[in-house]
């Protein structure tokens, strides 16, 4: 097999299904497909016409992937918008298929990354997103899981940590993202933690239902971001705080932590609190300590120093954000805010309308302009 011929031919075969109507990353993900097939024909058949059979399969795949998402959109449609509490109804293929994608010949990020593109629906890009990689680097990652696990049979199911992993940034996704799959991923998470004894499983339920919880008061009636000091929290829905607390609970009581069940502790603070100004930002720091010990993610890092800078003041929340790579996600809204709250509006302003250009979606752009013309307009 000559990957050099591959390399050579697939911009060509890309442009093809680009004119044909395909947008660029479905394109993308298509003719990534057909390389792979490529891989596995090949060397026992190969085709007459090299770029011809490429924009063939690449055109079916595209087509298959097309259909797919259409279907899973209508699956989706019929999920109500609010998740019902108590049992989960009867456990559905759609789990299985979490399980068999996050096989044991995969390393856990790779597995996350084929589950969430084959059956989670969300885009190469969104992936890399979510892991703060480039889409190039996700992109051939995925590739790599598919070789991986073209030539086993997928008849041995993944660990329930992959599979949780791979709910939770579902449920991201659609929590903060372009599309929404929030309702999908607690449908889900009830089901498998009614199926299995695990504290996580309970832990990202109880994360799920305390942040949907606060669906209604996120946006004001034109569409923009309501940040979470600023919401409405009559608006927020008591009724899965309650089921969120009860369960996160549960699984404290276990004294098995993990990510998930310290994130829910955060979220419960959150609901807890009557106003903005009462919440209990000396127990969200200890938490979000346990959170940093347990994961040491930069994300998490990042969510600390907000904290820190509300118990204690803002110049000791850009000291610990200071220690922290700039390029994070998030890190020049968080720099801004942080300025705010310190008095200096200039310098705020500025990293607002910074942050805006590097926002990951619209609603979050716009929130972010509106906040630096707040500012200048003093």
């Not at 597995?111 to 969104?126: E, I, K, Y």
């Not at 449920?171 to 449908?187: C, P, Q, T």
Request: glycine share 6%; net charge negative.
């Amino acid at each position: 097999m000559d990957e050099v011929l591959l390399r050579s031919l697939t911009p060509g075969v890309l442009t093809v299904l680009v004119r044909r109507g395909a947008d660029f990353a479905a394109a993308e993900d298509a003719v990534q497909d057909a390389l792979v097939e490529a891989l596995r024909v090949w060397p026992a058949d190969p085709p007459r016409d090299a770029r011809g059979w490429l924009v063939t399969v690449a055109w079916r795949k595209f087509l298959d992937a097309t259909r797919a998402d259409a279907a899973r959109r209508r699956r989706e449609d019929r999920v109500e918008e609010e998740p019902a509490p108590g049992p989960a109804p009867a456990v559905d293929d759609t789990l299985q298929l979490y399980f068999l994608c996050a096989h044991p010949s995969l390393t856990p990020a790779s597995a996350v990354a084929l589950t969430l593109r084959a059956v989670g629906g969300l885009t190469t890009r969104q992936i890399a997103q979510a892991y703060l990689v480039p889409e190039a680097t996700m992109a051939q990652r995925i590739s790599r899981a598919k070789r991986t696990v073209s030539g086993v049979r997928l008849d041995r199911p993944g660990d329930v940590a992959t599979v949780l992993r791979v709910l939770y940034l579902v449920f991201n996704e659609g929590y903060s993202g372009d599309v929404d799959l929030a309702a999908e991923a607690i449908r889900l998470t009830r089901q498998l933690a009614a199926a299995v004894d695990h504290p996580e499983a309970a832990g990202l339920l109880a994360l799920m239902l305390l942040h949907h919880a606060r669906r209604a008061a996120r946006t004001a009636p034109d569409g923009s971001l309501v940040p979470l000091a600023e919401q409405d929290r009559g608006r927020w829905d008591t009724r899965l705080i309650a089921e969120g607390v009860a369960i996160l609970q549960a699984a404290l009581a276990r004294d098995r932590l993990g990510e998930f069940q310290a994130q829910a502790a955060i979220a419960a603070l959150h609901a807890d609190a009557p106003t903005a100004g009462e919440t209990d930002w000396v127990q969200i720091v200890e938490w979000y300590d346990e959170l940093t010990r347990l994961t040491d993610s930069p994300v998490v890092r990042l969510n600390r120093a907000v904290a820190v800078g509300e118990a204690d003041g803002p110049r000791a929340g850009l000291a610990a954000l200071a220690a922290l790579d700039d390029s994070l996600p998030r890190h020049t809204a968080v720099a801004a805010y942080l300025h705010e709250r310190d008095g200096d509006l200039a310098t705020a302003a500025r990293l607002y309308a910074e942050a805006a250009h590097k926002a990951p979606n619209l609603a979050e752009r716009d929130h972010l302009m509106r906040q630096a013309a707040r500012l200048n307009a003093r």
